[in-house]
């Protein structure tokens, strides 16, 4: 079977993001031989580079719409975009990054085009014998899974989590062949608000949802400076730093590095979990993680009924360890 699919490829400070490379891996997956993959993107300027990026793992045809009023993100105009694509499109399913502005574009899309809309998918299964394509997505923090399809007659309207599913690889040195980029009619609509200016918190890192290595400290890391040995370890890795809620109750680190159920949820390929217990509530954060690690002075702890690798021992001689060994291999 053969699809239309169009992917929002999202950017931020003005560069793709990575699960824009997913949602158009999963886009060529689900257009099948035959089918064709639009993506659209949106903002004021440098849009022919990560155009021809787009092509060059598989977009079809890219549908750009620059205009100064895209400059920040604001779910009216962005909105506003989405639908002329759909209009000059039509696709069969529109895919976007569950990220803070695809979980709130994505029900905007799917209420004006009575679409269906399935969220936060973690794994997408082929149709069986002409069978549905099964959406997998985590319910419950992570503890089950449902398997959803669309019944037909309607739009599709998917968010995929970051980090879950391959992403479009490049596939050749030229891209596809009778790849297009289309200019997109847009109107910009009336804004009742306006960004005036971006707070960026001191040591801002990478977006945790996203690291492919996350070092996540708990209790046992004791004191601010106790994180100090972390960051040089996620920075070995180019990777980020995450915490226990415990961590941030105590002061030691800002809560937007909190990892958990009342925190973000991570999928990286490799979870260093330094001096965390391992509760429930933190579980439901990073369980999903490809590789865990724990390291932790307590044999008993739960985290290492999780853990692929566990290492019984004192977070201040082993993590330093960890990151001369990766230093030393990064060379
Ligand atoms: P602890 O449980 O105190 O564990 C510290 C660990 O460090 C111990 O295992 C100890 O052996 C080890 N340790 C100490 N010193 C060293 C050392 N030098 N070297 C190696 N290991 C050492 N928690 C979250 O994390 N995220 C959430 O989103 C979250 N949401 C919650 C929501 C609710 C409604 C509730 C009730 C709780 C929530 N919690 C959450 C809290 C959760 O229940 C735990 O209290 C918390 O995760 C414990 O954090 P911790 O593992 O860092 O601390």
Redesign the pocket.
């Known amino acids: 079977m053969s699809r239309t699919i169009l992917v929002y490829a999202e950017r931020r400070d003005g560069l793709l993001r990575r699960v824009a490379f997913e949602a158009l891996g999963a886009a060529r997956r689900l257009a099948g031989e035959g089918g064709s993959v639009h993506a659209v993107l949106a903002g004021s300027g440098g849009a022919a580079e990560d155009a021809a990026a787009l092509q060059a793992r598989g977009a079809d045809v890219v549908h750009i719409a620059d205009d100064p009023t895209l400059q920040d993100y604001a779910p009216e105009a962005y909105l506003a975009v989405l639908r002329a694509a759909m209009d000059a499109v039509r696709p069969d399913a529109l895919l976007l990054g569950h990220t803070a502005a695809g979980r709130e574009l994505a029900p905007r899309v799917a209420a004006a085009y009575g679409a269906g809309h399935i969220a936060d998918v973690t794994a997408i299964e082929p149709f069986e014998d002409g069978g549905d394509v099964g959406f997998i997505r985590p319910l419950y923090a992570g503890k089950a899974f449902e398997r959803r399809s669309f019944l037909p007659g309607h739009p599709w309207v998917v968010t995929v989590r970051p980090n879950n599913l391959p992403p479009a690889e490049p596939q050749d040195a030229g891209g596809r062949s009778g790849g297009s980029v289309q200019a997109l009619t847009y109107a910009p609509p009336q804004l009742w608000t306006a960004v005036r200016g971006l707070l960026r918190r001191a040591g801002g890192q990478l977006d945790l949802a996203e690291a492919d290595v996350v070092v996540s400290g708990?209790?046992?890391v004791?004191s601010a400076a106790g994180f100090e040995p972390l960051q040089a370890l996620a920075a070995a890795f180019g990777g980020a730093v995450g915490?226990?809620?415990?961590?941030c109750d105590a002061g030691y680190c800002d809560y937007a590095l909190?990892?958990?159920?009342?925190?973000k949820v991570v999928t990286p390929q490799l979870y260093i979990a330094?001096?965390?217990?391992?509760?429930?509530?933190?579980l439901?954060?990073m369980s999903q993680s490809r590789t865990i690690v724990a390291?932790?002075?307590?044999a008993d702890?739960p985290?290492f009924s999780i853990a692929d690798y566990g290492i019984v021992?004192?977070?201040?001689e082993v993590v330093p360890l960890l990151t001369s060994e990766v230093l030393r291999t990064n060379q």
Not at 258 to 263: D, H, L, R
Not at 295 to 298: A, G, Q, Y
């Open positions: 708990g209790r046992g004791r915490a226990s809620r415990a961590a909190q990892i958990g159920q009342t925190g330094c001096g965390i217990s391992g509760a429930i509530q933190h439901a954060g390291i932790n002075k307590d702890a985290i021992g004192d977070l201040f």
